[in-house]
T-cell receptor, first 117, second 110 residues
Framework: DAGITQSPRHKVTETGTPVTLRCHQT?????MYWYRQDPGHGLRLIHY???????DKGEVSDGYSVSRSKTEDFLLTLESATSSQTSVYFC????????????????FGEGSWLTVV | GIQVEQSPPDLILQEGANSTLRCNFS?????LQWFHQNPWGQLINLFY???GTKQNGRLSATTVATERYSLLYISSSQTTDSGVYFC????????????FGTGTRLQVTL
């Protein structure tokens, strides 16, 4: 199993409060991602990182910011949580290497369940 | 962006039956993966298969990149195969970003 740890795993927070989700990897992979999963939408990319301090937006980035100060950690912050951000959040990693047979495989963490009330 | 369509959306099988899940995508891809999400929410890699055919036990997958589809075959299904199967693709020329289909929900009954 890929060494990916998400914290917290479950959180209930109030509307308007800031929330930070943490993803920690032990694989030294270059790429890290945050996805959200909602019924009827599958998984949608929020933000991703291709190196320390190198990040970019995904398709649903509004209301979210990210930071990556170390290879192993990727933080997702909801500056002011809203009820529409109630979701399951998945972190993922990949080596991003296409030369080998499966080097570009993406592995997922176990998810963080966030409820905004 | 690239469109990913999976069919069927729902599937109910008796244990021991075989099934084929399909993934169609709208553009050239660098990467295609199949995932299984179990009832506890874990997303498990099944195959990295941007082209060709692979097999792993009772599961196999084929991607025909030139025709923009991939198939996942499940043989002799078991109740532990239940869950949601996702296809995800990375459009050619993009930087390692997967776009997911909305999944096929499989229920295997005794």
């Amino acid at each position: 199993d890929a060494g990916i740890t998400q914290s917290p795993r479950h959180k209930v927070t109030e509307t308007g409060t800031p929330v930070t989700l943490r993803c920690h990897q032990t694989e030294n992979h270059r790429y890290m991602y945050w996805y959200r999963q909602d019924p009827g939408h599958g998984l949608r990319l929020i933000h991703y990182s291709y190196g320390v301090k190198d990040t970019d937006k995904g398709e649903v980035s509004d209301g979210y910011s990210v930071s990556r100060s170390k290879t192993e950690d990727f933080l997702l912050t909801l500056e002011s949580a809203t009820s529409s951000q109630t979701s399951v959040y998945f972190c993922a990693i990949s080596a991003g290497i296409r030369l080998s047979g499966s080097g570009n495989t993406i592995y997922f963490g176990e998810g963080s369940w966030l409820t905004v009330v | 962006g690239i469109q990913v369509e999976q069919s069927p959306p729902d599937l109910i099988l008796q244990e021991g039956a075989n099934s084929t899940l399909r993934c169609n995508f709208s553009d050239s891809v660098n990467n295609l993966q199949w995932f299984h999400q179990n009832p506890w929410g874990q997303l498990i890699n099944l195959f990295y298969i941007p082209s060709g055919t692979k097999q792993n036990g009772r599961l196999s997958a084929t991607t025909v990149a030139t025709e923009r589809y991939s198939l996942l075959y499940i043989s002799s299904s078991q109740t532990t195969d239940s869950g949601v199967y996702f296809c995800a693709v990375e459009r050619a020329g993009t930087a390692s970003k997967l776009t997911f289909g909305t999944g096929t929900r499989l229920q295997v009954t005794l």
